[in-house]
C-alpha cells in the first residue's frame, strides 16, 4: 500500500506558473505508474497526466499538452507536475494517484487546490 500527499497548489494568475509535488510513502515507489487527475466544481474527474515506473514514457491529456510536464524522482518518492501557461479552466482540485497500470489507479492522495484567475 502507498499514502499519498500532495503539495504545491495555490492561486495564480492565467498564463503563470505552478508545479505540484505528490510526496509518496512505501518502498515500492518505483513499481507504480503515477498520475495526476483534477476535477473542477460541478464536473466529473479529468485524467491530467501519467509517467511510468522508470519514468521513460509519458502520457498527457489533451487540454493540458505541451502546457504541462509530468515528472518523478525515485529516489525521492516524488512525483512532479509542472503547470506552464495556466488557464482559468485549469483550476480545479488535482489529485495523485498511483497504480499498476495507466488505466488502473488504486491509491489516491487527498488533491491540492489550483486557481486560475484572469
Known amino acids: 500500500q502507498v499514502q499519498l500527499v500532495e503539495s504545491g497548489g495555490g492561486w495564480v494568475q492565467a498564463g503563470g506558473s505552478l508545479r505540484l509535488s505528490c510526496a509518496a510513502s512505501?518502498?515500492?515507489?518505483?513499481?507504480?505508474?503515477m498520475g495526476w487527475f483534477r476535477q473542477a466544481p460541478g464536473e466529473e474527474r479529468e485524467f491530467v497526466s501519467a509517467?511510468?515506473?522508470?519514468?521513460?514514457?509519458?502520457y498527457d491529456g489533451g487540454s493540458v499538452k505541451g502546457r504541462f510536464t509530468i515528472s518523478r524522482d525515485n529516489a525521492k518518492n516524488t512525483v512532479y507536475l509542472q503547470m506552464n501557461r495556466l488557464k482559468t479552466e485549469d483550476t480545479a482540485v488535482y489529485y495523485c494517484?498511483?497504480?499498476?497500470?495507466?488505466?488502473?489507479?488504486?491509491?489516491w492522495g487527498q488533491g491540492t487546490q489550483v486557481t486560475v484567475s484572469s
Open positions: 512505501g518502498r515500492s515507489f518505483s513499481s507504480y505508474v
Open positions: 509517467i511510468s515506473e522508470s519514468g521513460g514514457c509519458t
Open positions: 494517484a498511483a497504480g499498476y497500470g495507466a488505466d488502473n489507479f488504486e491509491y
